[in-house]
C-alpha cells in the first residue's frame, strides 16, 4: 500500500493524533477496549476506504463522534466517496 494513501486515509478520518501518539504498529487491546467509540469508527471507516471498494456500507458510523467530527467526516470523506455510499444513521449532525 502506498504510504501516500495511507497517510491521506488518516488525515482524512482524523487519525492523525492517535497514529501520532500510538504509532502504526502499536497493538491494541482485545476489541479494541482500549480505545474510544469514535476513534474505533474512525478507524473501521479508514480500512474500509483503504479496501478501495465500490460500496461503502456506514451503519451509524458516526454517531460516538462530535458534531463537528461528523460533519468534517461526512463533507471530507462521505460526500466525496468514488463509489456507492449506504448510511444507516438516526441523527445527522447539524452544521454550525
Avoid: C, W, Y
Wanted: without cysteine; proline residues 5%; glycine residues 8%.
Amino acid at each position: 500500500m502506498p504510504k501516500e494513501k495511507l497517510a491521506q486515509v488518516i488525515e482524512l478520518t482524523g487519525l492523525t493524533k492517535l497514529v501520532t501518539q500510538r504509532g502504526l504498529d502499536s497493538v491494541l487491546q482485545p476489541a479494541g477496549a482500549d480505545l474510544s467509540g469514535g476513534q474505533k469508527q474512525r478507524i473501521e471507516l479508514a480500512r474500509a476506504l483503504l479496501q478501495d471498494r465500490p460500496i461503502l456500507l456506514i451503519d451509524e458510523g458516526t454517531s460516538a463522534l462530535d458534531p463537528k467530527l461528523s460533519e468534517m467526516i461526512h463533507e471530507k470523506v462521505i460526500a466525496h466517496f468514488n463509489g456507492t455510499v449506504i448510511e444507516i444513521t438516526h441523527k445527522l449532525s447539524p452544521k454550525e
